[in-house]
């Protein structure tokens, strides 16, 4: 019986074979005319009445149940040698079968493990007799089975994989920051993918709809076409929206010259929802593990567990035992900008972006992040962070930075440490990472911080020079920039910009208000030391 229009195995894919079926032979013969369908039967004669043209559909179980002697490599060539277009199997489908029907010139499908070949069988033949499903109908029929490989975990790869073996195009998936979360198909394992993938993080193209995430998850567009500049390439794109918040962006990608129709612009629509429903699991997984994760933080530096037990919930969480990490402690130059919260979201996206493994956590008005590696990849890691928050929100945060930690053990050394250089950093208002192995005498004095002693060293080292008043500021000032020159009074008193005399009339009333002997060797020492702790206080 022949079809009234031509359908090719390239169409049985898009408009009637089950989501998942993938070809596995024979991929330069899509193109071949399918004429009619025929399901293998458990009785002799297996495939009656063929003309040439078919698709055979069988599953393993149904042939050796006809003849435990019949194999996929016999079936595959007796099929060959009577010009049926493709072959359609449920199982496993082994190297010597492949290479029996590359050899033929015959496409070897491999169908998913649930597929009902009566059900398939039926859809085909409606087909092939011009009563196809509509694209919508197709779409919704896709969308309902991309949803059972949601349900079962297979992640955005697995789908993006399934809709680029229908389409026959490149499917790519990206978040709201035009990041790749997942890309199948022919242009991906192509030469010049890693200039498509810059071209793809280009949002001028995209229509201003799409890029305002608000109102885009309003208006639910339909997808539209738009070129990649320069590349002879379209991107048929349409906008992922989850939460009423636009949440990354689904594209089949082909030639320019290259034609979409109707069923290509269903499949990106329902294709763009169930990546909405996959986003949003995703999202809720990691929030709960973030959760999970901060309270094991918090309790371990706390000291309310055990390391033991810290490690073994840690570990569940994605640290790596035999790795060192390096502890970043990141907190607003000014209160409350940015957030911790957006600080977090930023450390995961930096470190996402240059593939570093971390532990990121808020911690009050601040952020905790364990960054596998050492000080070099944490420097990157806290560069890359600093130059997003003040991209994005104007702002500066300071950043104290650890030593490496070999072992669990010594994480609540490197986080106290980062603390440390994050609190000299802050009051010093610097705008580059501070490293606790930086920080000179400041090592010694920021871990005696909260000790009463070093105030009290202070006040009776500098006396009534430690009291507040303008007088006393410019003296303290006098001192530090003496210090800094190492006594000679010519250059300090360059370096406040003031006559010699003035200085010297200074560090006599310094002598008369504190009686400090600064000819004395520990007298300095200790002053020198009293200045850098007032810093600290």
Not at 182 to 195: C, E, F, Q, Y
Request: include cysteine; aromatic fraction near 6%; charge should be negative.
């Amino acid at each position: 019986m022949q079809a009234p229009i031509e359908i090719t195995v390239f169409n049985l894919l898009r408009l009637a074979l089950p989501v998942g079926t993938t070809v596995v032979a024979g991929q330069s013969s899509l193109d071949r005319p399918v004429t009619w369908v025929n399901v293998l039967n458990t009785r002799p004669p297996a495939f009656p009445d063929l003309r040439g043209g078919e698709i055979a559909l069988l599953s393993l179980d149904a042939m050796h149940l006809l003849s435990d002697k019949l194999t996929l490599v016999g079936l595959v060539r007796e099929l060959a040698e009577m010009d049926v277009a493709a072959i359609g199997v449920v199982g496993e489908i082994g190297q010597p079968a492949q290479d029996a029907a590359n050899e033929a010139e015959i496409v070897l499908l491999r169908l998913p493990d649930t597929t009902v070949l009566r059900d398939v069988e039926r859809q085909i033949a409606q087909l092939l007799m011009g009563t196809p499903l509509s694209p919508d109908q197709r779409g919704r029929e896709v969308r309902e089975q991309l949803l059972q490989l949601s349900t079962e975990n297979r992640g955005l790869e697995a789908l993006a994989d399934v809709l680029a073996n229908m389409v026959g195009k490149t499917v790519v998936v990206q978040d709201k920051r035009l990041r790749p979360l997942a890309v199948a198909g022919p242009l991906a394992r192509s030469d010049n993918w890693t200039i498509i993938e810059d071209a793809l993080y280009d949002t001028n193209p995209l229509p201003a709809l799409f890029r305002d995430r608000m109102e885009v998850a309003q208006v639910s567009p339909d997808p539209v076409a738009v070129p990649l500049p320069h590349m002879g390439l379209r991107r048929l794109v349409a906008p992922i929206v989850a939460g009423k918040m636009g949440r990354g962006f689904l594209s089949l990608i082909f030639g320019s010259d290259e034609p979409y129709d109707e069923l290509d612009i269903a499949f990106t629509r329902h294709g763009a929802a169930v990546c909405a429903l996959e986003m949003a699991k995703e999202k809720a997984i990691r929030e709960a593990q973030k959760r999970v994760q901060g309270n094991v933080l918090e309790q371990f530096l706390g000291g309310s567990i055990s390391e033991s037990e810290a490690l073994l919930r840690l570990t569940r969480l994605g640290y790596q035992p035999d790795q060192q990490y390096t502890t970043l402690y990141i907190g607003g130059m000014r209160e409350n900008q940015p957030t911790a919260r957006q600080i977090e979201a930023l450390c995961n996206e930096q470190a996402g972006a240059l593939s570093f493994g971390a532990l990121v956590q808020p911690y009050g008005s601040e952020v905790i992040v364990f960054c596998e590696g050492d000080e070099t990849t944490a420097r990157d890691l806290a560069l890359a962070v600093q130059g997003r928050v003040t991209e994005r929100y104007r702002a500066q945060v300071a950043i104290g930075m650890g030593q490496p930690a070999t072992d669990l053990q010594a994480w609540r050394e490197s986080f106290q440490q980062a603390i440390a250089a994050y609190r000299t950093a802050h009051q010093w208002r610097l705008t580059s990472p501070l490293g606790f192995w930086e920080m000179g005498v400041y090592r010694l004095l920021s871990l005696l911080a909260g000790s009463p002693e070093l105030r009290k060293f202070y006040y009776e080292t500098l006396g009534d020079l430690a009291d507040h008043s303008a007088q006393n500021s410019e003296f303290i000032t006098t001192l530090e920039a003496f210090f800094e020159e190492h006594g000679n009074l010519t250059r300090t008193a360059k370096r406040l910009h003031v006559h010699r005399n003035t200085l010297l009339y200074r560090m006599d009333r310094i002598k008369e208000i504190s009686r400090l002997d600064l000819d004395n060797p520990e007298t300095r020492l200790a002053v020198h030391l009293a200045l850098r702790i007032r810093r600290i206080l």
